[in-house]
Each structure stands twice: as C-alpha cells, then as structure tokens.
Nanobody
Framework: QVQLVESGGGLVQPGGSLRLSCAAT????????MGWYRQAPGKQRELVAT?????????NYADSVKGRFTISRDNAKNAIYLQINSLKPEDTAVYYC?????????WGQGTQVTVSS
C-alpha cells in the first residue's frame, strides 16, 4: 500500500504562484510514475503533469499548463512537487497526487487551489 499526502494549496490572486508537495510513504518500491491531476467543480479529473521515477525523470505536461507549471521530484524524500506560476482563475481546482505501480493506482486526498482576486 502507498499513501500520498499533498500540501501547499491555498487562495492566490491571478498571476500568483504556489508550490504543491506530495509525500509518498508505505511500500513505494516499484512506483514507475508519479504525477498531478486536478478536478474543477463540475468537470472531470484531468492530467496536469507526470514525472517518471526512472528514465532520467522524464516529464509530461498538459498543454494548458506548459510553460507555467513545473513538476519535480526528490527521490531521497520520496516526494514530488508542482511549481505553479502565472496562476489563472481557470486553474482553480482540487489538485491530486497520483502514483502508479502497475497494476495499481494510488491517490492522495487532494489539496484545494483557488485563484481569485
């Protein structure tokens, strides 16, 4: 079993920045990929960014966040991060941390990001 705990969400003004963190605990051996998803009110959960646990830490981003969001990892801390810059109101959502160890998917409880003036 893997536990994921997110932190770092909050209320920010448009154009502001946040840094989300996700710490993984439990049986983390064999996790191939971790990432961030988000779900806005009334919408489906969508991919934000992923980072590979191997393969040099290759990353993947949704087109809507490229150039503004940066995913990174700290293997020593079993953690991943999401640096969010130039926030827009449409970035408002609950952000979820995700980990995959085939065939299992693990999710955190989510952290709320609200962008509003």
């Amino acid at each position: 079993q893997v536990q994921l705990v997110e932190s770092g969400g909050g209320l920010v003004q448009p154009g502001g920045s946040l840094r989300l963190s996700c710490a993984a605990t439990g049986y983390i051996f064999g996790i191939a990929i971790m990432g961030w998803y988000r779900q806005a009110p009334g919408k489906q959960r969508e991919l934000v960014a992923t980072i590979s646990s191997t393969n040099g830490g290759s990353t993947n981003y949704a087109d809507s966040v490229k150039g503004r969001f940066t995913i990174s990892r700290d293997n020593a801390k079993n953690a991943i991060y999401l640096q969010i810059n130039s926030l827009k109101p449409e970035d408002t959502a609950v952000y979820y941390c995700h980990a995959q160890r085939v065939p299992f998917d693990y999710w955190g409880q989510g952290t709320q990001v609200t962008v509003s003036s």
